[in-house]
């Protein structure tokens, strides 16, 4: 919460209403939330962060033991043969110690020297993704292209339907639907598969989405909901044709899918019985185009 607070007090996050003594965090502030995080993990300043989220509206030698220079130990008389194999035994046990001794104490500084290389390496690792996004980033807005980790259809999409909405309402929802979209890139949760399932241009198509998006699916019947869902599959069937359609299908992963509806069925409050028979209905024609010859 500190950090919130702080991206606060820069403007950069939205400090939303009190409700009952507690801030009323919506669905806007966690998208929003999730874009500073973003862009922070690419290595863009705050400062500039800020500017970005404000202006893309669609319009980080010893001795050894006890003897001397060479570690030899002197004899205590005469020293006959006895003492002399005395001696020599007592020097290579201590010998045999010392050298224990030195190899673990080289372990430890190698072992120390390898995690500071790997420390480095990840540093350079995280340097070059980085670099990688802003590359990324520059290129989106050199092109006038909304700051995003969306994909550039997918962000494109996202801004044609809100620039058609006849209404607020419909504009609205695509703002919803946006927000769970781009959490969903955010958090890796989004199945790469999934942009083929964004509309290039395509004007007859997208009134019959931004139409679907202005009903209100809380007053839906169970038959509506569901002959909305069947007209958003014969939709997408129909953008991506038969091939397209088969080769997605084999290609996705299904647990992804659920896993993007439980996302949304968490940060979204849209009518339950639509994301549900959304599911149920979007992962049997995965099944379908993947069995059809």
């Known amino acids: ?29 966690v998208a929003r939330l999730s874009r500073i995080r ?8 705050l400062e500039s962060i800020g500017r970005i989220l404000n202006g893309d509206a669609p319009a980080g030698g010893t001795d050894r033991a006890g003897g001397g220079p060479h570690g030899e130990r002197a004899s205590s008389g005469g020293g006959g043969n006895g003492a002399r194999g005395t001696d020599d035994r007592t020097n290579a046990g201590a010998g045999g110690r010392t050298d224990d001794h030195d190899s673990d104490a080289a372990g430890r500084v190698a072992a120390d020297l390898a995690g500071a290389l790997e420390a480095v390496e990840r540093s350079l690792a995280e340097a070059t993704r980085q670099r990688e996004m802003l590359i990324c980033l520059l290129e989106r807005a050199r092109e006038g292209l909304t700051v995003s980790p969306m994909t550039p259809r997918m962000a494109a999409f996202f801004d044609r339907l809100e620039a058609a909405a006849p209404d607020e309402r419909t504009r609205a929802a695509v703002r ?5 979209v781009e959490l969903a890139c955010y958090r890796g ?9 964004f509309l290039a241009p395509q004007p007859q198509e997208e009134a ?3 139409e679907a998006y202005g009903q209100d699916a809380s007053a839906m019947s ?21 091939l397209r359609a088969r080769a997605l299908a084999r290609s996705v992963d299904r647990e992804a ?8 069925s968490r940060v979204e409050p849209f009518d339950a019985r639509m994301g549900a028979a959304m599911e149920r209905g979007l992962l049997a024609a995965i099944d379908r185009w993947s069995a059809e010859a």
């Open 257 to 264: 899918v659920r896993a993007f509806f439980r996302l949304a």
């Open 222 to 242: 169970d038959e509506q909901i569901e002959e909305r869902v069947r007209a958003n599959i014969r939709r997408l069937e129909s953008m991506l044709g038969p």
């Open 176 to 180: 919803r639907e946006r927000d769970v």
């Open 1 to 29: 919460m500190r950090t919130v607070r702080y991206y606060h007090s820069l403007g950069l996050l939205p400090v939303p209403p009190q409700r009952g003594g507690w801030r009323d965090y919506g669905l806007g502030h």
């Open 208 to 210: 019959g989405i931004l």
């Open 38 to 45: 973003w862009l922070v993990q690419a290595g863009v300043p």
């Open 189 to 197: 949760q989004m199945p790469p598969e999934a942009e083929a399932l």
